[in-house]
């Protein structure tokens, strides 16, 4: 179990989970489900992508991923995206006072939100390492567990600055 200075490492992924959610329920208003329906999922699939977004975080925590790279990212939502939203359009049904309606194609619907995870992993991982940083710069002082993953971020940004430094530096060796 994750404890609070992992989970507060977290917080930039539970974020950019629960925006999701509510751009979902804004999305579904706006091809006509009723607002209610649409609130009630936007609430339930926003939770449950912050889940996947704090794992993230406590991913990062524990060294199990590192900033920069994309894999472990990936198949975190790879994991985490479809396995939400089968909660979310089972489940939100029986919030709303309906029964539990689970995909008909199970397998094709599982494949499909697979395939937009890949998406989804590739625009939260652009979104948390621009929000990530500052948060974990600002928490460090009292939290050494984020001092450390902002350590890990700020040498991933000096090794792609020194890379592209050294593109240019090349590039101008041979213009001139």
């Known amino acids: 179990m994750p404890g609070r200075q992992e989970l507060e490492v977290g917080l930039p992924g539970i974020g950019i989970g629960l925006v999701a959610g509510v751009f979902v329920g804004g ?3 706006v091809v006509g489900q009723p607002v209610g329906w649409a609130l009630v999922g936007a609430l ?3 939770v449950l992508l912050a889940a996947v977004g ?4 406590v991913m990062l925590a524990r060294g199990w991923a590192r900033p920069g790279v994309f894999a472990p990212a990936a198949l975190a939502w790879l ?3 479809p ?5 979310h359009a089972t489940f939100t049904p ?3 006072g309906g029964p539990a309606t689970p995909p008909a194609d199970l397998a094709g619907f599982l494949a499909f939100q697979g395939i937009i ?3 989804y992993a590739v625009g939260f991982i652009w979104l948390h390492e621009r929000i990530a940083p500052h948060w974990l710069a600002r928490i460090g002082g009292h939290n050494p567990v984020a001092a450390r993953v902002f350590d890990a971020y700020r040498a991933h940004a000096e090794m792609v600055y020194r890379q592209r430094e ?4 090349r590039r101008r060796e041979r213009t001139g």
């Open 166 to 169: 050294r593109r240019r530096a």
């Open 44 to 46: 339930v699939l926003g």
């Open 79 to 81: 994991v985490g995206f």
């Open 27 to 29: 999305l579904a208003v």
């Open 94 to 96: 029986v919030l709303l």
């Open 117 to 119: 995870s890949l998406g």
């Open 54 to 57: 704090a794992f993230y975080g």
């Open 83 to 87: 396995l939400a939203r089968l909660v």
